[in-house]
């Protein structure tokens, strides 16, 4: 009994340590000049597409063009450049694609404000219905003729 | 009033059923090149066949030519190649390649076995000018106006299809531009 639970335990940590293996990411050997350089132009990074493998960030990514992506951004968190101008220097060159947060413009209206436009809709169709549920329901009122049908057959009883 | 209410799922379908049909026809791989309409990037670096020569965007500007990024590792570039030594052939505008993170004395016997459709080479060892170039791959090419201006950009391998059907309409076109810009 001991035995076999120790068997799947090994094997959980075996797929754990597996699974650890396959998200691993590149490791660089950038040195950073301090660390909250690092954990800026880390997170920086982490906002950046890989141009090339196209659902990744360019931290995880290992292709040529995401290591230099990823090493231009260090570089230049290094140089005390803004956010802004890092995210510049990218979309000059890559587009608006590097983005993973796409920028709010006429291209991307409809993905922005799209779901609230749903929401708003959504919200009218149940309203509107909700209100001629609310109509449908109303009492009936007993005419005399059946009122006293049912006199009589609740005095038969 | 209560009949249109009906058609309702119909038009929602209609409208979603149009998107996810021109889904199919989407290339996700194809991005905007953030480049067109802009200047060739500044550069400054070695001729492929002899580092001696620094070849500088300065030297390109004039004309239009092609800017045809490539690489010995590419294997597209090895399928794109006999097409660029076919249009070299026909002198149509002059195909300058950029030699994109590859190690010299490969690329150079390259050419020498399999023809050198470039008019000249640009040695971009560290992929600096492919990074200003907004690259991703190779091959890619990019098609500059006479004032150095980047008009097109194509990423992928050209062939027949895509030089007669888009490459070579815009060069018919820019090269017009260029003829009326010197006249006037």
Known sequence: MKSRLFAILAGIALVLGVSQLANATPVDTYQFKNEANQKHAMELARTLRCPQCQNQDIVDSNSPVARDLRMEVYQMVDAGKSDDEIVQFMTSRYGDFVLYKPRLDSKTYILWLGPIALLLLGGLIAFIFIRKQRGAVAVEEISDEDQQKLAELLKNR | ?184
């Open chain 2, 1 to 184: 009033m209560k009949k249109l209410v009906l058609f309702i799922p119909l038009v929602l379908f209609l409208v979603l059923g149009y998107f996810l049909y021109a889904g199919l026809y989407l290339h996700p791989k194809e991005l905007d090149s953030a480049l067109e309409g802009r200047p060739v990037p500044d550069f400054n670096l070695e001729k492929l066949e002899d580092p001696n020569v620094k070849i500088t965007n300065h030297d390109l500007k004039g004309q239009v030519y092609i800017m045809n990024v490539w690489a010995t590792w590419c294997p597209s570039c090895k399928y794109e190649h006999p097409y660029l030594l076919k249009l070299a052939r026909q002198n149509i505008v002059p195909i300058y390649g950029i030699n994109y993170r590859d190690e010299r004395e490969a690329a150079v016997k390259e050419l020498k076995f399999k023809g050198d459709p470039y008019a000249m080479n640009i040695y971009d060892k560290d992929g600096r000018l492919g990074l200003d170039l907004g690259v991703y791959g190779a091959p890619e090419s990019f098609v500059v106006d006479h004032n150095g201006i980047i008009r097109y950009r194509y990423a992928g391998p050209i062939d027949m299809r895509t030089w007669n059907e888009t490459i070579f309409p815009i060069i018919q076109k820019l090269k017009q531009e260029a003829v009326a810009g010197k006249t006037s």
